[in-house]
């Protein structure tokens, strides 16, 4: 769908033309998984899908939403703003309005808005389509709210602080306790460039994903096994109480603040074994992902994908957020000559795979894991070859 064909569509569902159009990516995530709450680093990129907002004002004091991808409506009085019943959609802007009030006391509403969403990242996909709604929706009302305070000349203090918001919305209104990766790559995003991030301090750097003759390939499970806010909430947990044990013989706040050597030291004080694999998953990413970082800053693509598949290994082996599927189209892409490294991206279980592959080899990498993949499972991969593109933006 073109951005004119978006327009017009709000111009059919209100009578009255669109004021304003935002933009926010969806992200994949090139190494550094199940770190971001953990205190360490990440290595995301934003893509070129992602949520579409077109807003215009009202004079009805009524929040008005609509999607093009979902068929439920609301109209919500500016007086009676609430979260929704039934896991409305409508509560993933409703919780950014509502954060934003509460992180910028100055922000108010000062009218009612016809809204209109649109996304095109694939959906339970694992590539953050609610992120990046989250932040589209921040971006927008942090302007509209007029929350002057985060609207600072700083242009990545302001992006850093939207990113914040979507993370807080995810908290506490879709009930994921998430680290800061999806909404943070949503946010700060840079066309052809990875963010490497410190997801303790916030601190970040752009790296140019340069890959001459290697394609970033993302593969779509379309599982329906997905990482719900359970399973996900338990590893949040079970790498609390890691943190807990090992604090006894070296006080720590965070897993990823242990090295490999010191992990040799302090291992044996967790005595619970699940928290035992998660730590051990969280100490080798943290390392694999400097690691990586510095292997692609050196052009050495091989190591780089090596990387990526002993991730891949530990988030199966010690994680435990692989699963069938993902390990199926993981396992398949390794055989396969011209692929460099292949690893689930993400939350786990369900969802997508990312992997570097050889430009001549990308024909074969499709033909060979879609069969192998749909023989083991059932199902039909699909394939996208990754465009990294900008962050949240004003397009209109
Ligand atoms: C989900 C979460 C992120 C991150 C990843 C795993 O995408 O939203 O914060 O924890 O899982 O790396």
Same mark, same amino acid.
């Given at each position: 769908?073109?951005?004119q064909?978006?327009?017009?569509?709000f111009?059919?569902a209100?009578g009255?033309?669109?004021?304003?159009?935002y933009?926010?990516p969806?992200?994949?995530?090139l190494?550094?998984?199940?770190t971001?709450?953990?205190?360490g680093?990440?290595f995301?990129?934003?893509?070129s899908?992602?949520?579409?907002?077109?807003?215009?004002?009202?004079?009805?004091?009524v929040?008005?939403?609509?999607?093009?991808?979902?068929?439920?409506?609301?109209?919500i009085?500016?007086?009676?703003?609430?979260?929704?019943?039934?896991?409305?959609?409508?509560?993933?802007a409703?919780?950014?309005?509502?954060?934003?009030?509460?992180?910028?006391?100055?922000?108010?509403l000062k009218?009612?808005?016809d809204?209109?969403?649109?996304?095109?990242?694939?959906?339970?996909?694992?590539?953050s389509s609610?992120?990046?709604?989250?932040v589209?929706?921040?971006?927008?009302?942090?302007?509209?709210?007029?929350?002057?305070?985060?609207?600072?000349?700083?242009?990545k203090a302001?992006?850093? !602080?939207? $990113?914040?918001?979507?993370? +807080?919305c =995810?908290h506490?209104?879709? @009930?994921?306790m998430?680290?800061?990766?999806d909404?943070?790559?949503?946010?700060q995003g840079?066309?052809?460039h990875?963010i490497?991030?410190n997801?303790?301090?916030l601190?970040?750097?752009?790296?140019?994903?340069?890959?001459?003759g290697?394609k970033?390939?993302i593969?779509?499970?379309?599982?329906?096994?997905h990482?719900?806010s359970?399973?996900?909430?338990?590893?949040v947990r079970?790498c609390?109480?890691?943190?807990?044990?090992?604090?006894?013989?070296k006080p720590?706040?965070?897993?990823?603040e242990?090295?490999?050597?010191d992990?040799?030291?302090?291992?044996?004080?967790?005595t619970?074994?699940?928290?035992?694999?998660r730590?051990?998953?969280?100490?080798? !990413?943290? $390392?694999?992902?400097?690691? +990586?970082? =510095?292997?692609?800053?050196? @052009?050495?693509?091989a190591?780089?994908?090596e990387l990526?598949?002993?991730?891949?290994?530990?988030?199966?082996?010690?994680?435990?957020?692989?699963?069938?599927?993902?390990?199926?189209?993981?396992?398949?892409a390794?055989?396969?000559?011209?692929?460099?490294?292949?690893?689930?991206?993400?939350?786990?279980?369900?969802?997508?795979?990312?992997?570097?592959?050889?430009?001549?080899?990308?024909?074969q990498?499709?033909?060979?894991?879609?069969?192998?993949?749909?023989?083991?499972t059932?199902?039909?991969?699909?394939?996208?070859v990754?465009?990294?593109?900008?962050?949240?933006?004003?397009?209109?």
């Open positions: 769908m073109t951005t064909e978006m327009m017009s569509a111009e059919q209100y009255h033309k669109a004021e304003k159009m933009f926010a969806g992200r994949v995530n190494i550094g998984e199940h971001d709450y953990n205190g680093c990440v995301p990129c934003a893509l899908f992602g949520a579409w907002l077109l807003i215009a004002k009202n004079e009805d004091q929040l008005r939403f609509r999607s093009l991808n979902m068929p439920q409506t609301y109209n009085a500016l007086s009676a703003i609430c979260p929704q019943p039934d896991k409305a959609w409508c509560n993933y409703l919780g950014c309005l509502d954060i934003i009030k509460r992180r910028h006391p100055e922000a108010a009218s009612g808005y809204l209109l969403y649109y996304g095109n990242v694939p959906a339970g996909a694992g590539l609610s992120a990046a709604m989250e589209v929706t921040a971006r927008a009302f942090t302007e509209e709210m007029s929350a002057v305070s985060c609207q600072s000349s700083d242009d302001y992006r850093t !602080e939207l $990113a914040l918001i979507g993370q +807080a =995810e506490e209104y879709a @009930g994921v998430c680290g800061i990766m909404q943070f790559a949503s946010a840079k066309k052809d990875a490497y991030l997801c303790d301090t601190e970040f750097e752009h790296v140019p994903v340069k890959l001459d290697i970033v390939v593969t779509n499970t379309h599982s329906p096994h990482l719900d359970g399973a996900y909430n338990d590893r079970q609390k109480l890691a943190v807990e044990q090992i604090s006894k013989v720590i706040k965070f897993l990823a242990l090295t490999e050597e992990w040799k030291e302090v291992q044996s004080a967790i619970d074994p699940i928290a035992f694999k730590a051990r998953h969280v100490v080798g !990413e943290v $390392a694999r992902t400097a690691a +990586a970082v =510095e292997a692609l800053k050196r @052009g050495e693509i190591y780089f994908g990526m598949t002993a991730s891949h290994v530990s988030l199966r082996d010690d994680y435990e957020v692989t699963g069938p599927e993902l390990d199926a189209l993981a396992e398949a390794w055989q396969v000559e011209g692929v460099l490294g292949s690893r689930m991206t993400g939350g786990g279980f369900g969802g997508c795979t990312v992997s570097l592959v050889k430009d001549e080899a990308i024909e990498f499709k033909a060979f894991v879609g069969k192998e993949y749909e023989e083991k059932g199902l039909k991969a699909d394939f996208y990754a465009e990294i593109g900008d962050g949240v933006a004003r397009l209109a």
